[in-house]
């Protein structure tokens, strides 16, 4: 097949593909009865599972645009449902719960990485992974501390591959527990790592609670900046310190740093809390957005197969769940203490 299409016509037909996989996704949902499983976890697991058996290397750019650009555009979209005035209350609202979070994450990280024997860059890897944004924290911070390929591989094997889990384990503790929409949406934002993972946790508790859970993640992912300055700092101090050159300084790019969605949806938001759009056009982007999230997890899961669990490595595997617990455990604990559970 690769052989016979251009690579335009084969990236269209790989988006194509993550489009059938999401139609097909959210058909089952209706079809499954309690709402136990979402159209975001079904896609992510067909994908995943058809992936484990067939993975032709042409649809690799497709998955890629799909389960990154495509995902930023549903967020993007999502912000013409919400406003800004949401969004501040939500991030007062899942302020104490992110802080306590940081602190498991970073402090507590810092001798649990000594316990697995594992060096300072991968340990803070997987620990920025799961406390802000899974991967694309890595990706942000790796650059600064000088990070080997190898470190990056299994912080972002860890983190996400623990997500895995957690898409499908969430929703059934949520249901178990009890929780309402709106704690179980701090909860997930608070907690499980990447956003396709909190995109799909949500929803598959509910619409209200996945609306929510994705403000938190993007509240949450804000903190990529100063996390970043944080570790560029460390990473000349040390880097200095190695080359005994005071004028070696590591360069941070902010353009680089701050996600650009992020500017998007909180424009549409701007745009919609003055009522600018309308109601109707509204819930089709809402509608649109949804779909386009679950066509995202589709990619995700046809880059993913069961083979990825033993490249991750025990020891930053071990860490890496251990933290998530950790940080689950503590999110759960804060929500309680603060009357929302």
Not at 27 to 52: C, D
Not at 87 to 109: D, Q, R
Not at 200 to 219: C, P, Q
Not at 306 to 327: E, H, S, W
């Amino acid at each position: 097949m690769s052989t016979k299409l251009k690579p335009v016509a084969l990236n269209i037909l790989g988006v194509a593909i993550c489009f059938a996989i999401a139609a097909v996704s959210v058909t089952l949902e209706t079809l499954i009865p309690g709402e136990i499983l979402g159209a975001s976890i079904i896609a992510l697991f067909m994908g995943t599972i058809i992936n484990s058996f067939f993975h032709p290397k042409w649809i690799q750019p497709a998955l890629k645009f799909t389960s990154k650009k495509v995902l930023k555009a549903a967020i993007i979209l999502l912000g013409a449902s919400l406003s800004v005035k949401t969004i501040l209350s939500v991030g007062k609202m899942t302020f104490f719960v992110m802080i306590f979070t940081f602190a498991m994450c970073f402090g507590g990280g810092y001798f649990l990485r000594k316990l697995f024997g594992l060096n300072w860059k991968l340990g803070n890897l997987i620990s920025a992974g799961t406390g802000i944004c899974g991967g694309s924290a890595v990706a942000a911070i790796a650059p600064v501390i000088d990070a080997d390929d190898k470190d990056i591989a299994f912080a972002l094997s860890s983190t996400f591959l623990f997500d895995m889990v957690m898409v499908a384990v969430y929703p059934i503790m949520g249901k178990l527990l009890g929780m309402s929409d709106i704690a179980y949406g701090i909860w997930a934002g608070t907690s499980v790592n990447d956003t396709a993972s909190v995109v799909a946790s949500g929803y598959a508790f509910s619409e209200i609670a996945g609306d929510f859970a994705t403000m938190v993640k993007l509240t949450r992912t804000i903190a990529i900046i100063p996390t970043v300055l944080v570790f560029a700092y460390i990473g000349t101090r040390i880097k200095q310190k190695e080359m005994k050159a005071a004028n070696n300084a590591t360069q941070v790019n902010l353009a680089k740093i701050i996600p650009w969605f992020i500017g998007g949806f909180l424009l549409l938001a701007i745009i919609n809390s003055f009522g600018l759009i309308p109601a109707v056009i509204s819930g089709m982007m809402k509608t649109v957005s949804k779909f386009l999230m679950v066509s995202a997890l589709a990619a995700i899961g046809l880059n993913t197969s069961l083979a990825d669990f033993r490249k991750a490595g025990l020891r930053p595997m071990f860490y890496g769940i251990t933290i998530d617990t950790l940080v689950t455990l503590t999110a759960l604990a804060v929500i309680f203490f603060m009357g929302l559970l």
